[in-house]
């Protein structure tokens, strides 16, 4: 599985950071989401799944390879 954010969506509200932090994080400049590792194994794909969920924007999705 892979997560990809769409930037033109995101509205900075650090949701998917405070759900996963190994996964994400905001740019400095602008408070966007940062994905850190997009390739989701089998160990991190309930956290990524979980940020998906609750961000508020939907400017994540989580699809398959």
């Given at each position: 599985m892979r997560v990809i954010a769409d930037l033109d969506r995101c509205v900075g509200a650090g949701q998917c950071v405070l759900t996963a932090p190994a996964r994400f994080d905001q740019d400095d400049e602008d408070g966007r989401v940062l994905v850190l590792a997009a390739?989701?194994?089998?160990?991190?794909?309930?956290?990524?799944?979980?940020?998906?969920?609750?961000?508020?924007?939907?400017?994540?999705?989580l699809v398959e390879r």
């Open positions: 390739e989701v194994d089998q160990d991190g794909v309930a956290a990524v799944r979980e940020a998906v969920s609750v961000c508020p924007s939907q400017a994540l999705s």
